[in-house]
């Protein structure tokens, strides 16, 4: 008996790559020699693939040295690595669902907003999450009261794209803000005002879905802020467990960390070692471990069908975790960045043994 399919779901251009051997920061190779292990034989392909009269799915398999596409059922188990926002796209995949299909980070975009409501109901989370509310003008003006600092980020947006500051520095406020939108933009701008907001700030939080937050009192490597990248995924036994964790250190003078912002990967004890030798890393390391846990199992009870997590979580200078975002659609390449290989291949691996879970029937532990 041949091994069962379990569906990756792509986008389109990771899609194009495959037969190439080009699939970007994705290493499917990984997902091959997790199936191999596992007993399943990983299939891939796009949202519109499949047939949905039949239930027949036209998708690339591994023959031999060559991926070819093939015609099959669609797989019982599918884990969603693309992103499809439009309604047409959620119907689909909801028609999947109703076929008995499994589908792991079925929505993988949650607003940011709606992330930090669902934890903000948690009351032992509360206390690592920053004040934040949608960003309209009048938010805005009222959190510049209370903070000195601001964060003022789109809701839905990834790798640090259209992040501005806002900072106060005597009776005079400035403004840093990106140039453009696109995903690595490296051109910056500060204006300074003293009471009307800035006109490119109000079109674009009138324009787009922002959110606006206190800026937490993140730690630093030598006056540069640094956050701690997760990986938070389900495995073998369907229950929460931590990958890997590597920190990212923003660019100097700079206030992202995101490694497409211009971030350099270092591992958490390096820093530890190196910069905060008054704590203990394994003590730190546990604590930013259980934070990490206590997060996705809180929001699994809310959000369906979570297996597989990219977390920001910065920490104070004495150690204390801080809620940054949740990823459902995480990078990895960070891991590969900081030559943890072993993280790196793991991050691949733990899907596929969730996916082995459902597939042998096994139900998911909160």
Same mark, same amino acid.
């Given at each position: ?5 379990v569906?990756?779901l ?8 495959i037969p ?7 290493a ?34 591994k023959?031999?040295?060559?991926f070819?596409?093939?015609w099959?059922d ?13 309604t ?21 975009r ?27 003008i009048?938010?805005v ?17 990834s ?7 806002? /900072?106060?520095?005597?009776n005079?406020?400035? %403004?840093?803000?990106?140039? =453009?939108? $696109?995903?690595?933009?490296? *051109?910056? @701008? ?5 009471h009307h907001?800035p ?6 939080i ?46 100097r ?10 971030g350099r ?20 390391c ?5 934070f ?7 929001l699994?009870?809310e ?10 979580? /910065?920490?104070?200078d004495?150690?204390?975790? %801080?809620f940054i975002?949740? =990823?459902? $659609?995480?990078?990895?390449? *960070?891991? @590969?960045?900081?030559?943890m ?6 991050t ?5 043994a969730?996916a ?10 909160c």
């Amino acid at each position: 008996m041949s091994n069962p399919y379990v569906g990756i779901l792509v986008n389109d251009s990771l899609y194009a790559g495959i037969p190439l051997g080009n699939t970007q920061y994705e290493a499917i190779r990984f997902y091959e020699d997790a199936c191999n292990l596992y007993g399943l034989t990983p299939c891939y392909f796009r949202i519109h693939d499949v047939h949905m009269k039949t239930m027949k799915v036209h998708a690339y398999v591994k023959d031999g040295q060559h991926f070819k596409r093939k015609w099959s059922d669609l797989p019982k188990v599918i884990h969603n690595r693309a992103i499809y926002l439009d309604t047409s796209s959620a119907k689909i995949l909801e028609a999947w669902k109703q076929q008995g299909v499994t589908l792991f980070n079925h929505w993988n975009r949650y607003s940011k907003m709606r992330i930090h409501e669902i934890l903000w109901k948690n009351e032992s989370i509360r206390p690592h999450l920053p004040c934040s509310f949608p960003a309209t003008i009048g938010n805005v003006k009222a959190m510049m009261d209370s903070y000195d600092t601001l964060i003022i980020k789109p809701t839905h947006s990834s790798i640090g794209r259209g992040v501005m500051k806002l /900072a106060r520095q005597g009776n005079v406020w400035k %403004l840093l803000y990106p140039l =453009n939108l $696109k995903l690595t933009n490296r *051109s910056w @701008r500060t204006l300074k005002f003293r009471h009307h907001l800035p006109g490119i700030l109000q079109r674009r939080i009138r324009k787009g879905k922002y959110m606006v937050q206190e800026c937490l009192p993140l730690a630093t490597v030598d006056g540069a802020p640094f956050d701690l990248r997760i990986s938070v995924q389900r495995g073998t036994d369907g229950a929460w467990g931590v990958t890997g964790i590597i920190a990212k250190v923003a660019a100097r003078k700079h206030f992202l960390t995101n490694v497409a912002q211009g971030g350099r990967v270092v591992s958490l004890s390096e820093i530890l070692n190196n910069h905060y030798p008054q704590l203990d890393p394994d003590a730190v390391c546990r604590q930013m471990t259980n934070f990490a846990l206590q997060v996705a199992q809180h929001l699994s009870t809310e959000l369906p069908n979570l297996a597989d997590l990219g977390l920001d979580i /910065a920490m104070r200078d004495d150690g204390f975790p %801080l809620f940054i975002e949740c =990823n459902g $659609k995480d990078q990895r390449y *960070s891991f @590969r960045e900081a030559n943890m290989q072993e993280c790196w291949r793991a991050t691949y691996f733990n899907p596929m043994a969730y996916a082995k879970f459902i597939l042998d029937g096994g139900t998911p532990p909160c």
